[in-house]
Nanobody, 114 residues
Framework: QVQLVESGGGLVQAGGSLRLSCTAT????????IGWYRQAPGQQRELVAH???????NYADSVKGRFTIFRDMSKNSVYLQLTSLKPEDTATYYC????????WGQGTQVTVSS
């Protein structure tokens, strides 16, 4: 079993930055394939960024150049650095383990004001 706990969300003005954290407990391999997703009200959950077992990241076009995903294997954690935030980035952000994601955290809210 894998448990994922996200943190780091909050309210920020447009152009600001946040760092989201996701720590996994349970299987130590749970962050080998792990990603960040987001869901805005009334919309489907979408992939924001993912890093695979070899450490190669990929990003949604909408966040390329603004968001960075990285892992700390020693802490069994994955992070998402959000910069140049826009109001359309407002959503609940989730980390998901696996590809496709099988385990989910509870989410952390990011709100970007204009």
């Amino acid at each position: 079993q894998v448990q994922l706990v996200e943190s780091g969300g909050g309210l920020v003005q447009a152009g600001g930055s946040l760092r989201l954290s996701c720590t996994a407990t349970g299987r130590t391999s749970s962050i080998n394939n792990i990603g960040w997703y987001r869901q805005a009200p009334g919309q489907q959950r979408e992939l924001v960024a993912h890093v695979n077992a070899l450490g190669f990241p990929n990003y949604a076009d909408s966040v390329k150049g603004r968001f960075t995903i990285f892992r700390d294997m020693s802490k069994n954690s994955v992070y998402l650095q959000l910069t140049s935030l826009k109001p359309e980035d407002t959503a609940t952000y989730y980390c998901g383990s696996g590809w496709p994601a099988l385990y989910w955290g509870q989410g952390t809210q990011v709100t970007v004001s204009s």
